[in-house]
C-alpha cells in the first residue's frame, strides 16, 4: 500500500466507521449468526499473492460484520458496556496512525507525560485524596493481578520473586463471592492457589462483606500458620451490584497488617458524580483502586485505571531494569511499564484527554445520573407488570428481575428460555445471572448513547418477549 492508497482506505475506513456508528438502531444487537457460519466463509488457507484492497473491504462488511455482536448499540444492556465515544474513537485513529511503543519515558515523552496528568485529572474528579498515584492498565485484570503481585510480596518480606514459593507458607487472599472472576484467576496466575482464596459470608441488601467473619478468618488463619495477605473489595459487582463495606474493611486490614485492593471496575466512573461516593465510602484508606474509563465513562477499550498510595511498592513488586531499559541521563523520570505486568504499552491517554477536553466532567457525569434513573425507572415499570418481579433493587444503573413461570413449569429453565428469546429477536441485549442459586435477568443502563426512548424501547421488547412466551410460537 503506498501513501496516496493508505490515504484513500485511511478515509473510507473513517466515513465507514462514521456510517456504521449511524446505522447501530437499526441493526440487531447481538450478532445474528449459527456457530460456525463466520469460518465457513473465510479462506481455509492464506493467499499466495496479494490482494486488491476491494476485495478485502467487501469481504469484511459481507463476512465480518454480520457476525460482529455491536456493543455500541445504544440498546446493548447487557454485561456492563464497552464504550467508544465518538471522540475517543477519533484518539485512537491518532493513536493507530503512530503506532508508538510508549514502554518508557524516552520512547515517548508525551505518552508519559500526558498518562500522569491525566490519571491525575480522574483522582481528582473521583474525590481521592492527593496521596494516590496512577497508572493505566489494559483492564481491571491486569490491575488487580498486579495488585495481588504486590500482596504477596509485602506478605513474604519481597522474597516471593526471589526464591518463589515452595517451602513458604501459604498466602491467603479474602474476598465475598460478589467478585469478579478476575480475582480467582489473580490468584492462579499469582501461584497463591484458589484454595487459598477464602470467601467471606455477605449480608445486607448490598452483599456486602461481614466485617466481623473478615476478621475472625485472618485471626484463624494466623493461628493455623498460615500467612494472610491482603482483601479484595468489591464496588459494583458484575452479576447485581455487590458492594463491600470499605470503611469496615479497611478498618479490618489495618487491625491485622492486609493490603487492601478495592475492585470498581464498573462503578468506579459513577464516583464522578459526589452523590454516589458513599457507596465507596472509605475508599480513601485502601491501598489500590481500580476502575474501567471504557466501561462507564466512554474511553475506548481497554483503559483501566489503577490507583495506588504506594507507587514503590508497585514498583519494587514489578519492574526488571536491564541495561537496555535505562535512560541515561534523566532522573526521576517515571517508566510506567514498572507499574504493570506487560513491559509493551498502548498510547492509552490520549483517548481519555480528548474524551474529558470535549464532554467535560459535568457532560460525563449527566450521561451517568441520566443512565441510573432510567435503570430505576425501568425496574419500576417493570415491578408493575403482572408475572414481573424485581429480584434485587437498582444499584446505580443495574438491576436483576425474574418472570414467573407457568404452573409446574421449572422456573430457571423459563427464565433462561425467556432471555434467549429476547436476545434472538435482536431488539435488545440482555444476559443473566444467579441470585441465592436461581436465575435472573440482568439489566444494565451504560451505552455512552442511550437515549430515553431505547430504554423505553427495551421495556416494551421485555414484556412483548414475556407475552409472546407465554402465547407459544
Not at 480475582?183 to 466481623?212: C, E, F, Y
Amino acid at each position: 500500500m503506498d501513501k496516496e492508497q493508505f490515504r484513500q482506505w485511511s478515509h473510507k475506513a473513517a466515513d465507514w466507521g462514521a456510517d456504521y456508528r449511524e446505522s447501530l438502531r437499526d441493526r440487531p444487537v447481538r450478532a445474528q449468526t449459527a456457530p460456525g457460519e463466520i469460518a465457513a466463509a473465510i479462506a481455509s488457507a492464506p493467499p499466495e499473492m496479494a490482494e486488491p484492497m476491494e476485495a478485502i473491504f467487501a469481504d469484511f462488511e459481507k463476512t465480518i460484520v454480520p457476525g460482529m455482536t455491536h456493543w455500541q448499540h445504544p440498546r446493548f444492556f447487557a454485561y456492563f458496556p464497552a464504550n467508544a465515544a465518538p471522540v475517543s474513537v477519533v484518539a485512537e485513529y491518532l493513536v493507530t496512525a503512530m503506532a508508538a511503543q510508549c514502554m518508557l519515558w524516552q520512547t515517548s515523552p508525551a505518552a508519559t507525560e500526558l498518562e500522569t496528568k491525566v490519571l491525575d485529572w480522574l483522582r481528582q474528579a473521583l474525590g481521592l485524596p492527593a496521596g494516590f498515584a496512577g497508572v493505566i492498565q489494559d483492564s481491571a485484570s491486569s490491575a488487580t493481578l498486579a495488585a495481588m503481585l504486590v500482596m504477596r510480596e509485602r506478605a513474604l518480606e519481597w522474597q516471593g520473586n526471589a526464591k518463589g514459593l515452595a517451602g513458604q507458607k501459604p498466602v491467603r487472599v479474602y474476598s465475598s463471592d460478589q467478585v469478579h472472576t478476575s480475582i480467582d484467576r489473580a490468584v492462579w496466575i499469582a501461584g497463591i492457589g484458589q484454595d487459598n482464596l477464602v470467601r467471606i459470608p455477605t449480608k445486607g441488601a448490598l452483599r456486602s462483606m461481614d466485617a466481623d467473619a473478615l476478621s475472625e478468618a485472618i485471626a484463624r488463619d494466623r493461628e493455623a500458620e498460615l500467612l494472610p495477605a491482603g482483601i479484595v473489595a468489591s464496588v459494583g459487582g458484575t452479576s447485581v451490584g455487590g458492594s463491600d463495606d470499605v470503611t469496615s474493611v479497611c478498618a479490618v486490614a489495618r487491625k491485622h497488617g492486609l493490603y487492601v485492593h478495592v475492585d470498581a471496575a464498573w462503578a468506579g466512573s459513577a464516583m464522578i458524580c459526589p452523590e454516589f461516593r458513599s457507596l465507596w465510602s472509605g475508599v480513601e484508606e485502601a491501598d489500590s483502586v481500580v476502575f474501567n474509563p471504557h466501561k462507564w465513562l466512554g474511553a475506548q477499550f481497554d483503559c483501566s485505571a489503577h490507583f495506588v498510595r504506594d507507587p514503590e511498592s508497585l514498583v519494587k513488586t514489578l519492574a526488571i531494569q536491564p541495561e537496555f531499559l535505562k535512560t541515561h541521563g534523566k532522573e526521576g523520570l517515571i517508566n510506567y511499564s514498572e507499574w504493570s505486568v506487560p513491559l509493551g504499552r498502548r498510547f492509552r491517554a490520549l483517548k481519555l484527554w480528548f474524551l474529558i477536553r470535549a464532554h467535560g466532567l459535568e457532560g460525563l457525569r449527566s450521561m451517568i445520573r441520566n443512565h441510573v434513573a432510567w435503570a430505576g425507572e425501568l425496574a419500576e415499570r417493570l415491578a408493575r407488570e403482572p408475572d414481573f418481579e424485581i429480584v434485587t433493587q437498582p444499584m446505580l444503573s443495574l438491576f436483576s428481575f425474574r418472570h414467573r413461570a407457568p404452573d409446574g413449569s421449572d422456573e430457571d429453565a423459563h427464565n433462561l428460555a425467556l432471555v434467549n428469546r429476547i436476545n434472538d429477536q435482536g431488539r435488545i441485549y440482555l444476559t443473566q445471572t444467579r441470585v441465592d442459586g436461581r436465575v435472573a435477568i440482568r439489566f444494565q443502563v451504560g451505552q455512552f448513547e442511550a437515549t430515553k426512548a431505547d430504554i423505553d424501547a427495551a421495556f416494551d421488547a421485555i414484556v412483548d418477549a414475556a407475552r409472546g412466551f407465554l402465547m407459544g410460537p
